[in-house]
Nanobody, 115 residues
Framework: QVQLVESGGGLVQAGGSLRLSCAAS????????MAWYRQAPGKQREFVAS???????IYADSVKGRFTVSRDNAKNTVYLQMNSLEAEDTAVYYC?????????WGQGTQVTVSS
């Protein structure tokens, strides 16, 4: 089992920045992928960004150039640096962990961007 704990959400003005963190604990096997998804009110959950324990990041087109995903393998922690935030980025952000075919989700952290 893997437990994911997110932190760093909050309220920010448009154009501002926030940094999300997600720490994985428990039986953390490698290689693995950690990622961020988000779900806005009335919309489906969507992919934001991912990073593998070895190498490689992927971003949704909507956040390229504004968001940066990174990880600290020693701490089993993934980060999402969000810059130039827009009202459309308002959502609950979920941490995601996958190793092999097993996946886990965090509880989510609210990000609200005021325009």
């Amino acid at each position: 089992q893997v437990q994911l704990v997110e932190s760093g959400g909050g309220l920010v003005q448009a154009g501002g920045s926030l940094r999300l963190s997600c720490a994985a604990s428990g039986t953390v096997f490698s290689p693995n992928t950690m990622a961020w998804y988000r779900q806005a009110p009335g919309k489906q959950r969507e992919f934001v960004a991912s990073v593998r324990s070895t190498t490689g990041t992927i971003y949704a087109d909507s956040v390229k150039g504004r968001f940066t995903v990174s990880r600290d393998n020693a701490k089993n922690t993934v980060y999402l640096q969000m810059n130039s935030l827009e009202a459309e980025d308002t959502a609950v952000y979920y941490c995601y962990f996958r190793t092999g075919v097993t996946t886990y989700w965090g509880q989510g952290t609210q990000v609200t961007v005021s325009s």
